[in-house]
């Protein structure tokens, strides 16, 4: 008899504490079952803000892309993603509110 079983997990709290969450435990117990994966980890972290940003950085993208007509139109699509903690973005942003978007990190 053969049986499908899919699951589904959400990453909230996974990625604030990763070495004790229970969350993160039980994600990596269906991650190594055959469980058919809703979404997979690699995709559920892509989404992340923390991965996004670092997609920005320099050089980042061409360790995943050879082609660089094909970074050149990634980077052209991207927005800016800044870390509030460094002082003068964090200036930046209230002095010029009109230039930036807030979003909570809620991965």
């Known amino acids: 008899m053969n049986m499908v079983i ?12 990763p070495r004790t969450s229970k969350k993160w435990k ?13 979404p997979s ?5 892509a989404g ?6 670092e997609l920005t950085n320099p050089n980042v993208l061409e360790r995943f892309l050879e082609n660089k007509d094909d970074i050149a ?3 052209k699509r991207f927005a800016g993603l800044w870390i509030l903690d460094e002082s003068d973005t964090a200036k930046d942003a209230i002095e010029r509110p009109k ?3 807030m979003k909570p990190q809620q991965e």
Do not use: P
């Open 6 to 17: 899919q699951g589904y997990f959400d990453l909230e709290g996974i990625l604030f504490n």
């Open 99 to 101: 230039l930036y978007v």
């Open 26 to 38: 039980a994600r990596l117990l269906m991650e190594q079952s055959h469980a058919v994966k809703c």
């Open 41 to 45: 980890i690699s995709y559920h972290l």
């Open 73 to 75: 139109k990634l980077q």
């Open 48 to 53: 992340t803000k923390k991965i996004q940003q």
